[in-house]
């Protein structure tokens, strides 16, 4: 994870500054998630139960995902609530599958199919299969889970997906007819957008035009 950041976008570390990791392993008892503590500056790493998920070391693309968290900690700080909250999650997701490459799933090695049928636990592809929305028609607007922090942000990671698949995915053919700019494009743009562009109050309507003009900034119009 550490060398994807350097080696693909020049960052030293989560802040930017070669910052040590410090990673907490083995956390709780049984738990089921892995986290990042902006507040101590550590992820927190569970072994699950078993029953709901394996062991979280198990998985790069989480791995990747709470590192990504600790990214926008050293950057714009992402409110963690409805819309801000959900464009860090989507962050964290993106970033996750750009570092474990194998498929467009988050949590596939690590999930149980009791609690995840489809054997796994998000998916840029079919965000419904993942028990989430692709489309603005369906953002969820309660109160649950920060604003539906992990729900929403099926929206812009199926936005990640159409910008990006034209180019096909290494290891995954994939054809549409939206318009789209290849994998290593889109992956500088969504970077770019997230660490420099956004604020800490950005919603997803922001993240549209600073997308656009991170866009803009690296390839012209």
Known sequence: VIDYYAETH??????????????????GKDFNNAFWDGHNKIMAIGDGDQYFFKEFTRSLDVAGHEFSHAVVTGTVNLVYQGQPGALNESFADVMGVMIDRDDWLIGEDIVTTYQFPNGYARSFIDPPGGNQPKHMDQLFTGYEDYGGVHFNSGIPNQAFYLMSQGGGHPRTKTTSTVAAIGIAKA????????????TSMTNYEGARYATAQAAENLYGR
Do not use: M, P
């Open 187 to 198: 992956n500088h743009i969504f970077y770019t957008a997230n660490v420099s562009l956004y």
């Open 10 to 27: 020049g960052r030293n570390s989560w802040d930017g500054k070669g910052a040590e990791v410090l990673q907490l392993v083995h956390y």
